[in-house]
């Protein structure tokens, strides 16, 4: 707020009306001190959280009061404010980013997940970063690159099966234990397949066959902490080094210290990477081959595209195609899994002109931010263009944040868009999918934006 914001005469009280007066005694002549007012909001009281009722309370929300609105908890002892204003996402999530840190979702979080990168905050966060980040750097991704195209390839066997006998697939169940499997085989190579072998089966399993997440499912995923544990100690009695994300982790060293990751902070983060690393993804491709089969020309597009991009060498993955990636951000357009982003205000601020005070929850709805008529023509059409080069250069960068923004952008970005990349260019070469359901799939807003039901397709190979 500049000084000529500041200071006004009675006279300008009627063009300001969303400031508050003060009378000012320290100079001769007579101003009135003026500072922001509280955004405008419903007097009905509201909490507001990543569930469904949320929804459609934030699109009532936007539509009455505009890109920011203020909300009063049920019990009175916290204000919230939803923002869809790029110019204020931008300063929460990078101009101002020290006065927020992670919002009412954290308690939930961090039950499910203890104190990993999704809930920690301020040293430890920032300490934690620096030591996971160099799991993600692209050249260690690439290495994960047959992992991932040799889970494809049994899919796509297991999938040719149901094909010849004309029998649907579920899609939802196969792609949430093809993401699992993935992650699980990049964290700990050879010890997960002793892990099968010594239990029949996958304990991490329970993460697709469950779809709640309460606290009955994170006392039973936080009980599997014991089994990566014994697969650290292992490692360390062997004196033994895999080419995998587990290895990596408990050979960081913090710059400052030297010190490798303390081992409850190790355990956080494994448990954080079996989640983030499944779901979203998971979640994302389940939306994307939904709207391929709605989307008879963008599916025509999508193939003739692969077909251009294909490797010289038989069984090697597809070569790298700009519109698979385009068809991916524009279905996270439309279905983006984290679709509510949520900030607590550490002092003071002011958003859309609007006094905001310590304490303050602050939502960022990505779902209805990412079809703004502000920043996107036709919003609910599926139009990968979107993503052309020149079409992003043109946009506000902070009008689409699937992965967030900021210092606090998902680590686990380059891993998610190479994994689902490579999937769908290896699906879509060898079948087109078609819808089963009389309906769309309806969408649960829950911590990540799922479909509610299942979603089954049949298979029709090319």
């Not at 078609?434 to 479909?451: C, K, M, S």
Request: charged share 25%; hydrophobic share 40%.
């Amino acid at each position: 707020m500049t000084n000529s914001d500041a200071i006004k005469t009675e006279t300008d009280m009627d063009a300001a009306p969303c400031w508050r007066v003060r009378h000012s005694s320290a100079v001769k002549r007579r101003f009135i001190m003026v500072q922001p007012m509280p955004a405008p909001g419903p007097q009905q009281r509201h909490d507001l959280d990543a569930n469904d009722e949320s929804l459609p309370l934030l699109r009532d929300l936007m539509q009455r009061y505009g890109d920011t609105c203020r909300v009063t908890s049920l019990s009175g002892s916290h204000d919230s404010v939803v923002i869809h204003n790029t110019d204020d996402i931008r300063h929460v999530l990078l101009g101002n980013r020290g006065n927020y840190v992670k919002g009412l979702a954290l308690d939930r979080v961090r039950v499910l997940l203890g104190n990993g990168l999704m809930a920690s905050e301020g040293e430890l966060w920032m300490r934690q970063r620096r030591m996971v980040q160099p799991a993600f750097q692209t050249q260690v991704i690439r290495g994960f690159s047959p992992l991932m195209h040799q889970a494809n390839v049994d899919l796509i066997e297991r999938w040719a099966g149901h094909a010849e006998r004309g029998e649907p697939v579920n899609l939802t169940r196969d792609l949430s234990e093809l993401a699992l499997k993935i992650v699980l085989r990049a964290l700990f190579s050879t010890d997960f397949e002793r892990l099968i072998d010594a239990e029949g089966a996958s304990p991490f399993d329970l993460l697709t066959r469950e779809t709640r997440r309460d606290l009955a499912f994170a006392a039973k995923f936080r009980a599997l902490a014991h089994l990566v544990r014994a697969m650290i100690d292992s490692r360390r009695q062997e004196q033994r080094i895999e080419m995998d994300l587990l290895s990596i982790l408990m050979e960081a060293r913090d710059k400052d210290s030297g010190e490798a990751m303390p081992d409850r902070a190790l355990l956080d983060e494994i448990m954080t990477l079996i989640v983030a690393g499944h779901e979203t993804t998971a979640s994302t491709l389940n939306w994307t081959w939904y709207l391929l089969s709605q989307n008879p020309d963008v599916e025509s597009r999508l193939h003739a595209a692969i077909a251009g991009a294909m490797p010289a060498v038989e069984g090697e993955p597809p070569a790298e195609c700009a519109y698979v990636e385009h068809v991916l951000q524009e279905s996270m357009r439309l279905y983006p899994a984290g679709w509510l982003l949520s900030r607590r205000a550490v002092g003071d601020d002011t958003l859309g002109g609007h006094h905001v005070a310590a304490g303050t929850e602050v939502f960022i709805c990505t779902y209805l931010l990412h079809r703004h008529e502000a920043h996107w023509e036709r919003p609910e059409a599926f139009d990968p263009e979107r993503f052309a080069p020149e079409a992003v250069e043109a946009r506000d960068r902070f009008a689409y944040l699937p992965f967030s923004a900021g210092p606090r952008f998902c680590i686990g970005t380059t891993f998610s868009m190479a994994e689902m990349t490579m999937h769908l260019s290896m699906v879509a070469q060898r079948f087109q999918l078609q819808y089963v359901g009389d309906e769309p799939p309806q969408a649960e807003f829950q911590i990540n934006l799922r479909t509610r039901q299942d979603v089954h397709m049949r298979l029709v190979a090319r």
